[in-house]
């Protein structure tokens, strides 16, 4: 269980480039990082309104003069200073990651990036090696992939409790973009400019959540084949899509169908994700976080509550609130985030072996994202054929 006991020597050192007052996702970012005495935000370059983010800045308590208008000032900045930053989290539009990622691991700061990590393959195996050659640590956060229930599905599959995998069901929707884009505001906006999103909406926005998901729990699992069949069902957001299904073949033989869409209009279920193996089946959603359905064939369905002494130990070990309390996306975050700073702080002391067997969402966990995505929209603008994963 953690409780927020210090498992590294000293707090990072730690800023932000975006996730300013109107960013989405830059408060889940403060929530996780600043959880367990890990990270102290230092400074930021949180927003492109640079006097609403000095502002802003000040009001986390961040002194004035670490708030900078941009970030490569933040790098000029804090890099100059003893105590400049260590460590920089980018909760920026997807078009920034690749430069931003760049500059700063350039100048010797760790980085813990948004997904989609980047536009490319290409860039991705850039970064890996610059990454490597620096000595730093790239983290990526899949917002929910923290959870204890995540990884009790990862144990079960593991001690075989499932059997052989066979069906892979996975489900990200809302329809939050059900409507035409007529006066939307900035996040939509940059979404669905393909200069600004990428080569994806749904796909990349939501759809790389599920995928690495499904690749804790199942990390045996290949896909060798898939079909992606993608849509706008509002026309202005062509050519990229606001609805998107795909098959998969893996490797084992097993079967795979993920949908995304942000015109499932009134669903607020979010993500549902179904792993059905050879003698029982596993199901949860971030709907109802705290329960774990698991059928086995021909017994009566059990619901797993988290935080159970019956649980495997590899989701007792990652459990923060205890059972009968919620557990959520906000403790999902700073397990992400605790991760990310012990596998910084072993690279800081450089203690290689930790890290060779350390879990956290790094670069490749990025990089596996990307390469889903390329897939996907290979597949899809052929036509909705089937394409080797490559
Ligand atoms: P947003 O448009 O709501 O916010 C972006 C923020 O970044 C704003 O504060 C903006 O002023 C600032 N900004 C933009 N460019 C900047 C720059 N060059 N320098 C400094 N600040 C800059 O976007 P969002 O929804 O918060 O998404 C940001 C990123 O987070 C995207 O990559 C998105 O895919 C990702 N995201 C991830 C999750 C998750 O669960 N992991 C959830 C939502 C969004």
């Known amino acids: 269980m953690i409780n927020g006991e210090r498992t590294i020597s000293r707090p990072l050192r730690w800023g932000m480039v975006g996730g300013g007052r109107t960013g989405q996702v830059g408060y889940k970012h403060r929530t996780g990082a600043q959880r367990d005495g890990t990270y ?31 970030y490569q000032d933040l790098i000029v900045g804090e890099t100059a200073r003893e105590d400049g930053v260590e460590v920089v989290s980018i909760a920026t539009p997807n078009f920034t990651h690749y430069e931003i990622t760049k500059a700063c691991l350039q100048a010797g700061l760790h980085v813990i990036c948004e997904k ?17 050659q620096k000595g730093l640590i790239v983290g990526v956060t899949y917002g929910f992939t923290g959870h204890p229930l995540v990884h009790q599905m990862a144990a079960m ?4 409790m499932l059997g052989d995998i066979r069906i892979v069901d996975m489900q990200y929707t809302h329809g939050f973009n059900s409507g035409d884009d007529v006066g939307a505001g900035e996040a939509v906006k940059w979404r669905t400019n393909p200069k600004t999103a990428g080569s994806t909406f749904v796909l990349g926005d939501i759809g790389t959540h599920l995928y690495y998901l ?37 490797g084992n033989g097993a079967r795979g169908r993920l949908w995304v869409s942000s015109v499932d209009a009134g669903n607020m279920g979010s993500q549902r994700y179904r792993f059905v193996g050879s003698k029982a089946s596993v199901e949860w959603s971030d709907s109802r976080p705290d329960q774990l359905i698991y059928e086995v064939q021909g017994e009566p369905n059990r619901t797993l509550h988290h935080g159970m002494p019956y649980l495997e130990e590899e989701s007792l070990a990652v459990d923060r609130m205890g059972a009968l309390h919620t557990e959520g996306l906000g403790d999902s975050w700073s397990n992400i985030y605790l991760w990310i700073a012990q596998a910084i702080d072993a690279k800081n002391r450089g203690d290689e072996a930790f890290l060779k067997t350390h879990h956290y969402p790094g670069i490749k966990a990025g990089t596996e994202g990307v390469r889903w995505l390329e897939n996907c929209v290979r597949s899809a603008d052929m036509g909705a054929v089937w394409v080797d994963f490559k």
């Open 40 to 70: 102290r935000l230092v400074c930021g370059a949180f927003d492109l309104d640079a006097e609403r983010g000095r502002d802003f800045g000040t009001r986390l308590g961040v002194a004035a003069d670490r708030c900078y208008a941009t």
């Open 116 to 132: 989609p990590l980047f536009f490319t393959v290409a860039e991705c195996v850039e970064i890996e090696k610059l990454a490597a």
């Open 157 to 160: 599959v593991k001690k075989g």
């Open 214 to 250: 499904s690749e804790i729990v199942l990390p045996h699992l290949r896909i060798e084949k898939l079909l992606c069949d993608r849509k706008a069902f509002i026309p202005t957001r062509a050519p990229l899509e606001d609805h998107a299904t795909v098959l998969m073949h893996y």
